[in-house]
């Protein structure tokens, strides 16, 4: 094989910066990236939840730290590993914290790799000095304070002789001085620039785990931070930012003020639905743990619903009692060779407002909405209408589910044809994880969104007896609730409901749980 041969094989190495910790602020260069990836390297600072983009079959590689702050592996080490990808001809995303080529040492690695011939693309990403100061509340340049700033490492490389940091000019030479890695070093940083000529009044901020839920910030002077971190037990990872734009603090700070900071919450639902409460409550500042109760799939028996569409005519009304239930339904139908034009003949009614917007990506519009987003309110608002008496209803549903809405239709008079499109399937493992969770005590709140959440959650968790659960749940941990039905499942496990909303929606349980948390913030 000729050297021209040898070099077409080999892959191409692409430098992502994964931005300062929250997965909102990775670039869209580099989402697309790891979209393609097929060996993704990532480190310490790069947040886990950028993974979920990468493909499921990608090779994943951590190289970052072990317990004890030691290094997963060394930078010669990762230097080789990604030499060693990048000539298996695949596409290889070396993911890093912040920026890779601010003092991530990218450059380093892009260099072994220019000496083995391989391809390589750098993107940049959103630097923990500026993301640590923008979710601290301080502006790193304002143009009534300072108009230079200064990025600085606290930690330069083991074992040179002398700093290549001139403090003498530093000190005085930049209006804000934003400096890396500087924790373990601070009283050595400090009198630095004392020394050199800054005001030992100087504001200065220390700012941990910038733009995640676990950022934890602190303010002090240059004669007082040391002092104040110690106490506040701050440790790496963390920036410091010196200048007088720290005090802009007061007035700006917004991150840390948000109804759920500092709240960790545990959502139940199915991974492929839990997005949405999960991104409503991370907008309010929650740290959200998933915890899936359930798995959904397809039913092994279509054979009621496939007569069911062979005898549409003959049905007057499809009822659609959640999002589950609207895309197996018509999941069947196409795959039975039909589609929205087939239900010309029936109305369509629909248990609340998810379940029509979900209708409306078929191009449907629901005939009937009820006020009370439950099965039962979908009743109650059908025989209101004067809907039931000799009609025909067709109810494609979970194969296990609640028996209020067939009933209360076939007591009024109404024939009900229930089709299971779907089944609820409890997912295995993660027991221990889920219990060691609630026992450290960081836990606050527990969503569940309907009443399978509820009994699938209990399994999971599977407490020996009922003391044990309510060590597990104990008064600290909320239990929020979509609805009534749901709520009646909690309490018939002898648990207690904390938080439901008035309307049966995902954003108004959100915004429940907010409007809680902040009451009870501002006792």
């Known amino acids: 094989m000729n050297n021209k041969q ?22 869209l260069r580099g989402k697309f990236l790891l979209e393609r990836a097929e060996v993704v390297v990532y480190d310490y600072l790069a947040n886990s939840k950028l993974l979920n983009h990468a493909p499921a079959e990608a090779e994943l590689v951590y190289v970052g730290k072990k317990g004890g ?10 230097n080789r590993l990604l030499v060693e990808h990048g000539l298996t001809g695949k596409r290889v995303v070396r993911l890093k914290g912040g920026d890779p080529f601010i003092f991530g040492r990218g450059a380093e690695e892009i260099e072994e790799l220019v000496k083995a011939g391989i391809a390589f693309e ?12 923008t979710y601290a509340g301080i502006p790193i340049t304002h143009r009534d304070y300072t108009a230079s700033v200064a990025f600085v490492t606290g930690h330069e490389a083991p074992g040179k ?3 290549n940091v001139a403090w003498d000019k530093l000190a005085t030479g930049a209006g804000t001085i934003v400096v890396y890695m500087g924790i373990k070093n601070l009283p050595v940083i400090t009198k630095k620039l004392i020394d050199n000529g800054r005001s030992p009044d100087t504001p200065v901020a220390v700012v941990r785990w ?6 934890r910030s602190v303010v002090g002077t240059l004669a007082t931070i040391t002092e104040v971190v110690a106490q506040a037990k701050i440790a790496p990872p963390a920036l410091v930012i010196i200048g007088e734009v720290v005090k802009l603090r007061e007035t700006i700070d917004w991150y840390e ?21 999960v991104s409503k409550l991370e907008e309010y500042g929650a740290e959200c743990l998933e915890y899936p109760t359930i798995h959904i799939e397809p039913v092994e028996d279509f054979s009621v619903l496939d007569q069911a569409l062979v005898e549409l005519g003959r049905y007057d009304w499809i009822l659609l009692t959640s999002l589950n239930a609207v895309s197996y339904f018509f999941k069947r139908l196409h795959e039975k060779g039909l589609d929205s034009r087939a239900l010309a003949p029936c109305k369509i009614a629909v248990v609340g407002k998810a379940t029509g917007d979900e209708l409306g990506k078929y191009g449907l519009c629901a005939d009937l909405l009820p006020e009370k987003f439950t099965g039962e309110g979908l009743a109650e608002a059908l025989i209101a209408a004067g809907e039931v008496p000799g009609k025909r209803f067709l109810l494609p549903r979970a194969l296990k589910a609640m028996e209020t809405l067939p009933e209360m239709l076939e007591d009024a008079g109404g024939a009900v044809t229930v089709a299971p499109v779907y ?12 219990r060691t969770e609630l026992r450290s005590g960081t836990v606050d709140v527990i969503t569940f969104t309907s009443s399978s959440t509820v009994t699938n959650f209990l399994t999971m968790l599977d407490a020996k007896d009922e003391a044990e659960l309510h060590e597990l749940l104990h008064d600290k941990v909320k239990i929020a609730v979509i609805g009534p039905v749901t709520a009646e499942t909690v309490r018939k496990q002898g648990l207690k409901v904390d938080i439901q909303p ?6 108004d349980l959100a915004d429940a749980i907010a409007a809680q948390c902040r009451s009870k913030a501002s006792v």
């Open 6 to 27: 040898a070099v077409s094989k080999k892959g191409k190495v692409y430098l992502v910066g994964a931005g300062p910790g929250d997965p909102g602020l990775i670039t």
């Open 69 to 78: 702050g030691l290094h997963a592996m060394s930078q010669e080490e990762i």
């Open 122 to 133: 750098v993107v940049p990403g959103v630097t923990s000095a500026t993301a640590a100061a």
């Open 161 to 163: 002789e002398e700093s």
């Open 210 to 215: 910038a733009s995640t839920p676990q950022q």
């Open 257 to 277: 003020h948000r109804p759920l900071f500092g709240k960790r919450i545990i959502v139940t639902r199915t991974r492929e639905q839990a997005s949405e409460l």
């Open 423 to 434: 089944q609820n399937v409890p997912p295995q493992g993660r027991k221990d994880e889920l």
């Open 502 to 507: 008035e309307r049966y929606t995902i954003d």
